[in-house]
């Protein structure tokens, strides 16, 4: 049990040290850079969307979303998603490039609960952009803290 305990530790630790690391970098950077970045993620996101998700692909060939974002004005031209159209056309959102590695169902507060797919690869920097801001509020490795959720908060 003893080696169990210490390697969730040091997981521990690593991500405090990578989020204190991510506000530390943060205030150093320019409105203009923190934009850029910002964009460049955006591009590359779409991107991704585009050649591996069926209904970005038809809004594209469509003609109803640019096929790149090159500026900000760009995500203008992309129709919001609703619910409706995430529950009516769920086959289109599936990526083409394989399933996911799991699921999270939202809160179902309308009745009628949405699945959607979740990758290994995403969950470390949710952690850690979510820890980051803990820590700016104060937050420290090993203090207990109780999330609340729901429509109310």
């Known amino acids: 049990m003893m080696g169990i305990e210490k390697i969730f530790r040091s997981k521990k630790h690593r991500d405090f040290f990578d989020a204190d690391t ?13 934009q850029s970045l910002q964009l460049s993620s955006i591009q590359h996101i779409w991107s991704h969307c585009v050649k591996d998700v069926l209904y970005y692909q038809n809004l594209v060939k469509s003609g109803n979303a640019p ?18 159209i995430l529950q009516d056309e769920k086959s289109a959102f599936r ?13 179902g507060s309308t009745g009628e609960p949405i699945g959607l797919g979740v990758w290994n690869r995403e ?19 090993g203090d207990r803290l109780f999330l609340i959720w729901g ?3």
């Not at 991510?22 to 923190?34: F, G, H, T, Y």
């Open 95 to 107: 990526r083409l490039s394989g399933p996911p590695d799991g699921s999270r169902i939202t809160g």
């Open 123 to 141: 969950l470390r920097p949710q952690k850690l952009a979510k820890l980051a801001l803990w820590r700016r509020c104060g937050y420290e490795q």
């Open 151 to 153: 429509h109310l908060h």
């Open 22 to 34: 991510l506000l530390r970098r943060l205030p150093a950077l320019s409105v203009d850079e923190i």
């Open 67 to 84: 096929l790149r974002i090159s500026t900000w004005s760009d995500l203008h031209h992309i129709p919001r998603l609703t619910r409706k």
